[in-house]
């Protein structure tokens, strides 16, 4: 995890950001499918989920979707790379996020519908959130 990427294209992000601005005033979520290349987790599919907490600060994906998008990685040979959500504040994870980032140890995309703004985390080994970097690919 020392050295973890995200990289994805361009309009990748422009998707998330319109989920996002789609679902106000509640928060948005997605998995994002790809490629885990060492420390290079390439997105290549975006699956937006609804956000059954109907929440404008919290997000629950139903265990049901969720397994849907499981079994759809495996049969698409992806992995699930990235969970996505969006905020109304600072793109930082709460400390609810946290727990289900040490739960679900893949890169947390946070997007904030506050200050138009994308940043990328995981834990590291201390428990402490790292910000992971995100490579942008434009054509």
């Known amino acids: 995890m020392e050295n973890e990427i995200l990289i994805m294209h361009h309009d990748h992000l422009n998707e998330l950001r319109k989920l996002a ?18 420390t290079k987790n390439i997105v290549k599919y975006i699956l937006p989920l609804n ?45 609810t996020d946290k727990i289900y980032m040490d739960l679900n140890p893949v890169i947390w995309i946070i997007y904030s519908t506050y200050s138009n703004s994308f940043k990328s985390f995981m834990l590291d080994s201390l428990n402490e959130f790292r910000e992971i970097k995100i490579e942008l690919i434009k054509d």
């Open 21 to 38: 601005i789609g679902s106000l005033p509640n928060e948005s979520c997605a998995i994002l499918l790809g490629e885990k290349l060492e």
């Open 51 to 95: 956000n059954s907490a109907q929440s404008s600060t919290a997000f629950i994906i139903d265990s049901d979707e969720l397994f849907n998008v499981y079994k759809k990685a495996k049969l698409m040979k992806l992995n699930v790379i990235s969970i996505f959500h969006s905020h109304p504040s600072n793109p930082f994870p709460s400390e």
